[in-house]
Structure formats: structure tokens, C-alpha cells
């Protein structure tokens, strides 16, 4: 728990102090803290969700695939 913690403040130190083009590279600290608490088949509906995402981009479906991946989420934490 402490090394977590020390993580999350490390990070959130980077992404205040670190110039733009570095800070963008470091991981969300909730997503990372989601990803060892959730089940593992809703991390990787996540990661399903994402690159979908990704992959549908050129059609503007970004909407669709957050909300699967929401979604998934929220069931998780039922």
C-alpha cells in the first residue's frame, strides 16, 4: 500500500512538473489503480474497448466504444 501510494504521488508530481511532451506518456494513476483492484476479464474489456477505439476513429464511433468500456467498468465495481 505505501509503495502505491508513493507511485501516485510521484506521478502526479510528473504530470504537474514535467514539460508537456513527457508528462503525456506517463499512466493515468486511477486506471492504473482500477487495473489491480477490477477482475481481470473487465481489464481486458477495457483493453478491448480501447482498441476498438482506436480502430474506429475515422468513423467517429469514440462514443460507442467509451461507453462499452464504461460499462464494463461499472460492472466491475458492482
Known sequence: ML???I???LLAIGKKFLPPQTAR???NAPAMGL???L???I???RFIGAGLALLLQRFALISSTAGLIAGES???IN
Open 43 to 45: 481489464a481486458i474489456a
Open 7 to 9: 507511485i501516485g504521488i
Open 25 to 27: 506518456w506517463l499512466p
Open 3 to 5: 509503495i502505491a501510494s
Open 74 to 76: 461499472l460492472a466491475g
Open 39 to 41: 477482475p481481470t476479464w
Open 35 to 37: 487495473a489491480f483492484v
